[in-house]
């Protein structure tokens, strides 16, 4: 295992231990929003039966499964502005072009404003 999945592990299990110490008083509920791209639904929780993933297929049951999202350009780049700012291929150039669009914002960014510790490791 290389020092950056160890140190990414290690960021992931500080995030979660404090994020629950957040939400202990009942305020506002913790959120864990995991987006993986190119991954397709290949998981058992999306009902894919040659795919063993217990522990993804328990956070699952225990969460909010987003099962549709759609996108207008089959590439990984418009995928990801779409699904954190909502906005159309069109709106963002089909790429990271969402930065210059007046007034938009992304999911993160909202969850920062509303006072929630936020991080993010990866593309996303």
């Given at each position: 295992?290389?020092?950056?999945?160890?140190?990414?592990?290690?960021?992931?299990?500080?995030?979660?231990?404090?994020?629950?110490?957040?939400?202990?008083?009942?305020?506002?509920?913790?959120?864990?929003?995991?987006?993986?791209?190119?991954?397709?639904?290949?998981?058992?929780?999306?009902?894919?039966?040659r795919?063993?993933?217990?522990?993804?297929d328990?956070l699952?049951?225990?969460?909010?499964?987003?099962?549709?999202?759609?996108?207008?350009?089959?590439?990984?780049?418009?995928?990801?502005?779409?699904?954190?700012?909502s906005?159309?291929?069109?709106?963002?150039?089909?790429?990271?072009?969402?930065?210059?669009?007046?007034?938009?914002?992304?999911?993160?960014?909202?969850?920062?404003?509303?006072?929630?510790?936020?991080?993010?490791?990866?593309k996303?």
């Amino acid at each position: 295992m290389s020092l950056k999945h160890i140190l990414s592990f290690v960021l992931f299990g500080t995030i979660a231990s404090s994020s629950s110490v957040l939400a202990a008083d009942g305020a506002r509920p913790n959120v864990l929003f995991i987006a993986i791209d190119d991954l397709r639904s290949q998981l058992g929780c999306y009902g894919d039966p040659r795919m063993i993933t217990p522990n993804i297929d328990r956070l699952a049951e225990s969460g909010v499964l987003f099962e549709q999202h759609y996108v207008s350009q089959p590439i990984c780049v418009a995928s990801r502005a779409a699904l954190l700012t909502s906005l159309r291929a069109e709106r963002t150039k089909g790429n990271a072009g969402w930065a210059k669009v007046p007034g938009v914002q992304t999911i993160g960014r909202t969850f920062g404003d509303s006072g929630y510790f936020t991080a993010a490791l990866g593309k996303i």
